[in-house]
């Protein structure tokens, strides 16, 4: 993409492409930091489980140098005795087993953690391309891990020199030891020698994880119009989230219209707005917008109400004030109180009125009815 648009790779990736790229496989790994761990896993086992591992092994030499002139003889007890020892120094190493498996499944957990993807094991003819697999011999990153390669032969071989030349004594006193303290000691020199040899691997691994980490930001990092892209992908084009806004209103003024029957009042200006209430007398709460249009859909408004004997009363500052101050399914705000309560109180007693239960009420004026300067809008030409 890069390369066909003529851009540099700038922006940092993004959630999106990150999430796609683990869950294809690619993550940051760093083999120096896997083969340390093991390393290391392996020489604490042979530390803390060497003399255990010597002492099986001896018996098992033991066991098989002292076999009767029967057993010799017969092939079946030696195979007998051939499966004994092997199960026996088999489950002598129970300790390098556990240690070792252990760094193994602990150890990408350091960097990039556990990934089971898939896509990663599936078959790719590109993988038998002899073309590419020339071109990643010849690449920076063959380079790179030719030159990690070289460095760790001259730092492990330099390590494994310095140890060497350090226990050279004890080397030389194996020989004037007994069998059994000779093995014992030189296991113990093995141990030690390899631990510090695996150790030499970590500075190898400080500096091949920021690399690692370095490489595979790199290479997902992406172009300014690829970030474009992907919100377009991601939020919607701009035509289909308008299409889908105006759908979302076109069902929210569906259903508002559908409460309109059971509102109240309309309180209208008369012509550009119309704000529609709803009071429940039984609750504690207060009068509640059930709907609300300026224009053309508060002419639907009054044309449901007058359809469905929804008393219509013009009060052209509260209608304002109440369609600037709420939201449809929000209750009027307690500045408003006063005057809501006047229209509510007119609006039943010319039910009653009309019932023929009451007198007829004083007609309700707009300078009856209270309105805060902080909810007043100036009428609209």
């Not at 007994?178 to 695996?198: K, R, T």
Request: charged fraction near 25%; hydrophobic fraction near 45%.
């Amino acid at each position: 993409m890069a390369e066909e648009t003529g851009q540099e790779k700038t922006e940092e990736p993004t959630a999106k492409r990150l999430k796609e790229a683990r869950d294809k496989g690619d993550i940051p790994r760093s083999r120096e930091l896997s083969a340390t761990a093991l390393l290391l896993a392996a020489a604490a086992s042979a530390l803390l489980f060497g003399s255990e591992v010597a002492g099986t092994m001896m018996n098992i030499m033991v066991e098989s140098f002292s076999l009767d002139r029967r057993d010799a003889f017969d092939p079946a007890r030696m195979f007998s005795h051939l499966g004994e020892a092997l199960f026996e120094g088999f489950f002598s190493l129970w300790g390098f087993y556990l240690l070792t498996l252990l760094a193994a499944l602990l150890s990408p957990i350091a960097l990039g953690g556990w990934n089971f993807s898939g896509q990663a094991i599936q078959p790719k003819g590109s993988r038998l391309n002899p073309l590419s697999g020339i071109k990643r011999m010849f690449s920076l990153k063959a380079l790179i891990e030719l030159a990690k390669a070289l460095a760790k032969f001259l730092l492990v071989g330099s390590f494994a020199i310095m140890v060497l030349w350090l226990d050279r004594p004890d080397l030389v006193a194996l020989a004037r030891e007994a069998v059994e303290p000779a093995i014992a000691h030189s296991l113990q020199i093995l141990g030690w020698s390899f631990l510090v040899m695996s150790l030499s691997l970590i500075i190898i691994s400080l500096i091949d994880v920021p690399f690692q980490l370095y490489d595979y930001n790199k290479k997902l990092k992406m172009t300014l119009q690829e970030v474009k892209d992907e919100m377009k992908n991601t939020e919607g084009k701009p035509e289909v989230k308008g299409r889908i806004r105006q759908l979302q209103r076109e069902i929210a003024q569906r259903k508002m219209m559908s409460d309109v029957p059971e509102a109240d009042v309309v309180i209208t200006n008369p012509t550009h707005y119309a704000v529609a209430l709803k009071y429940d007398q039984g609750g504690s709460g207060a009068p509640r917008v059930v709907a609300k249009g300026a224009d053309f859909v508060a002419l639907k408004i009054r044309e449901v109400a007058e359809a469905n004997d929804v008393p219509l009363l013009s009060a052209p500052p509260l209608a304002r004030a109440l369609y600037h101050a709420t939201e449809i399914g929000d209750e009027i705000p307690a500045g408003l109180y006063q005057s809501v309560a006047q229209v509510l109180a007119y609006v039943f007693q010319l039910k009653r009125y009309r019932q023929r239960l009451d007198e007829a009420p004083a007609p309700l004026r707009d300078d009856d009815l209270d309105i805060p300067d902080e909810f007043r809008r100036e009428p609209e030409e």
